[in-house]
C-alpha cells in the first residue's frame, strides 16, 4: 500500500516479511519439488554429510 502526500508517496508492505517468506517458499517448493519435503532436503543437503545436531534440530521442526 502506500500513501500520497502531494507529490510524494510513502510505500508500506501489506503483509509481513514472515507470511511473504512462507508463501514464498511453499510456492516455490510446490513448483520445483512437486510439494515433498523430502525432495527439497536432499536436494540441500546432497552429498554433504549432515551431522547429529543437524538431524536432531530438524526432528523438532517436524514435530512441532
Same mark, same amino acid.
Given at each position: 500500500?502506500?500513501?500520497? =502526500? #502531494?507529490?510524494?508517496?510513502? =510505500?508500506?508492505?501489506?503483509?509481513? &516479511? %514472515? *507470511?511473504?517468506? &512462507?508463501?514464498? !517458499?511453499?510456492?516455490?517448493?510446490? &513448483?520445483?519439488? %512437486?510439494?515433498?519435503?523430502? %525432495?527439497? @532436503? %536432499?536436494? +540441500?543437503? #546432497? *552429498?554433504?554429510?549432515?551431522?547429529? @545436531? $543437524?538431524? *536432531?534440530? +530438524? &526432528?523438532? !521442526? !517436524? $514435530? $512441532?
Amino acid at each position: 500500500g502506500y500513501k500520497a =502526500y #502531494g507529490r510524494t508517496h510513502e =510505500y508500506y508492505p501489506l503483509i509481513t &516479511k %514472515s *507470511d511473504y517468506q &512462507k508463501t514464498f !517458499l511453499k510456492n516455490a517448493i510446490d &513448483k520445483v519439488f %512437486s510439494g515433498s519435503l523430502t %525432495s527439497l @532436503v %536432499s536436494a +540441500l543437503v #546432497g *552429498d554433504e554429510k549432515v551431522n547429529q @545436531v $543437524e538431524i *536432531d534440530e +530438524l &526432528k523438532r !521442526l !517436524l $514435530e $512441532e
